[in-house]
């Protein structure tokens, strides 16, 4: 069974950086040809997929966030990392990360001051 839990601040003020880990349960996850991925779902609103890095360390960003979104992976700790510069409100969502068929419960981000 892989579970994922993503793990960050609950409240990110704006202009600061959200930071999010995502930490996997399974070690042998990470030898699969999933992608990695970062989705969130703002409130009142659909999913929307922000990145994800690739089984070779390649990153992959939504066009709309690619200017200053950052995903990185630490096979070495099974986690993997989203790094969101520069919040707005408008950043407020719940965060999920995604490997392939498993998602982490998701874990509410407010971006306020």
């Known amino acids: 069974q892989v579970q994922l839990q993503e793990s960050g601040p609950d409240l990110v003020k704006p202009s600061q950086t959200l930071s999010l880990t995502c930490s996997v349960s399974?070690?042998?996850?990470?030898?699969?040809?999933?992608?990695w991925s970062w989705i969130r779902q703002p409130p009142g609103k659909g999913l929307e997929w922000m990145g994800a890095?690739?089984?070779?360390?390649?990153?992959y960003y939504s066009p709309s966030l690619k200017s200053h979104i950052s995903i990185s992976r630490d096979t070495s700790k099974n986690q993997f990392s989203l790094q969101l510069p520069s919040v707005t409100p408008e950043d407020t969502a719940v965060y999920y990360c995604?490997?392939?068929?498993?998602w982490g419960k998701g874990t509410l981000v407010t971006v306020s001051s």
């Open positions: 995604d490997i392939g068929p498993y």
């Open positions: 399974s070690g042998s996850i990470g030898n699969s040809y999933y992608y």
């Open positions: 890095v690739g089984y070779r360390g390649s990153t």
